[in-house]
C-alpha cells in the first residue's frame, strides 16, 4: 500500500457524536456561497447533464479541473460541495460540479435518473472537460464517492488520460452493507428524508412516463431495499436491489485501481457497514490509498478550518496535488 502521511483528525468535543458529527457541519456550510456559471452538456442517450463551473474572479482559466460528484440527492449547492470550492483558495485549479441527472434543479428528460453505480455520464463529462484541460481530478462525496472509484477500477486501461487521481469521501463502497447501515432504526431519520426527497422526483417520472413508473404509495416504503427493488433497479436495468447492489459497487474494482486513488471514510459514519474500509484491498493496491479516522461521521468532520479549509478537504487537496 503507498503511504499517505496525514494529520491525526481531531474532532472538537463539544460535536463528538456520530450524528452531531455528521448533521453539524452541513448545517453550517449552508450559508457558503458559491458564484457558478452553468452550461449544458448534451448526452448521446439524448439526455442531459448540467456542470457548474465555480466563479473565481478575473483568474484565468486554469489547465487542471477538480470535477466534483455529489452524494445521493444533493448538486452543487450542497453544503460539502460548495465548501470544497471554498477550501481551493489560491490554489490554481478550476472546479467544475457534476449535477447528476435530474439534479440541477430541472428534472432530466429520460425516465431514469442518476444511481450509484452510473459511470456512463462520467465518462460523457470527462470526455467533455478533456477538450479544455490536460488535467483533472476526481472527488467524490457519498454516492459520488463510489462512482468515481467504480469508474477508476472498472476499466483502468480506458480512465481517460487526462484523469490523474481520485478522491472519495464517506463513499458506500459496498452498496448493499451500506444501505442495511442506513436502514437501522438509529438512522430513521437519514431515511426518512431520502425516501422523502427520491418520492418527489418518482412522483414527476410518474407523470410524465405514467406507463414506466408508478409512483403509489411511494412515500410509504421504508428503506433502499424497497425503494430501489421497485424503482431504481427495474429503471435502470437491473433485477432487483440485490443485482443493482452488487453491480454497482465499487469495492468489486478497488483492485485494479492503477491510478492514485485516495478511500476517506470515517469509522463512525452511520452510512458505511465495515465493509467499506477495505483495509486489505488497500494494503495489496500499488495505487489505493486510505484514510480512515476515528471519528467524523458522513460528510462531515467538524473542525476549526485552517488556511481556510475543514480537515477532510485538506487531506483531499494535499493528495490531489502530489499528482496534478
Not at 86 to 105: F, P, Q
Not at 128 to 134: I, T
Request: glycine residues 8%; aromatic residues 10%; contains cysteine.
Amino acid at each position: 500500500m503507498p503511504i499517505f502521511p496525514f494529520s491525526e483528525y481531531r474532532c472538537p468535543w463539544l460535536l463528538r457524536g456520530k450524528h452531531l458529527e455528521t448533521i453539524a457541519p452541513n448545517v453550517s456550510r449552508r450559508r457558503i456561497l458559491a458564484p457558478y456559471r452553468r452550461e449544458r452538456l448534451e448526452l448521446q442517450d439524448g439526455d442531459f447533464i448540467d456542470l457548474d463551473t465555480l466563479d473565481r474572479g478575473s483568474r484565468e482559466r486554469s489547465d487542471t479541473c477538480l470535477l466534483v460528484l455529489h452524494g445521493l440527492e444533493g448538486s452543487s449547492d450542497a453544503p460539502y460541495v460548495k465548501s470544497f470550492g471554498k477550501a481551493l483558495g489560491s490554489l490554481d485549479w478550476d472546479l467544475v460540479a457534476m449535477n447528476m441527472r435530474g439534479c440541477s434543479g430541472e428534472m432530466n428528460r429520460a425516465a431514469r435518473f442518476y444511481h450509484s453505480g452510473e459511470t456512463g455520464d462520467l465518462r460523457e463529462v470527462i470526455e467533455y472537460l478533456g477538450k479544455r484541460y490536460k488535467r483533472i481530478g476526481l472527488v467524490g462525496f457519498s454516492l459520488g464517492g463510489n462512482v468515481a472509484l467504480k469508474y477508476m477500477g472498472e476499466d483502468p486501461e480506458g480512465v481517460s488520460d487526462q484523469v490523474m487521481a481520485a478522491v472519495a469521501i464517506s463513499a458506500p463502497v459496498d452498496l448493499e452493507g451500506s444501505a442495511l447501515s442506513i436502514g437501522q432504526e438509529s438512522n430513521t431519520v437519514y431515511m426518512r428524508r431520502f425516501i422523502r426527497l427520491l418520492s418527489k422526483k418518482i412522483e414527476e417520472k410518474a407523470r410524465v412516463y405514467p406507463q414506466e413508473v408508478d409512483a403509489e404509495g411511494c412515500r410509504e416504503l421504508q428503506d433502499f431495499r424497497a425503494f430501489d427493488g421497485r424503482y431504481t433497479a427495474p429503471l435502470n436495468g437491473f433485477s432487483s436491489a440485490e443485482d443493482y447492489w452488487r453491480r454497482s459497487s465499487a469495492l468489486n474494482w478497488l483492485a485494479d485501481i492503477r491510478r492514485p486513488s485516495l478511500l476517506l471514510n470515517a469509522r463512525n459514519d452511520p452510512f458505511l457497514s465495515e465493509s467499506c474500509f477495505p483495509e486489505e484491498i488497500a494494503l495489496a493496491s500499488d495505487a489505493l490509498y486510505s484514510l480512515f479516522p476515528d471519528r467524523g461521521g458522513h460528510l462531515g468532520f467538524p473542525c476549526w478550518r485552517r488556511k481556510g479549509r475543514a480537515w477532510h478537504e485538506a487531506a483531499a487537496l494535499e493528495f490531489l496535488g502530489r499528482f496534478l
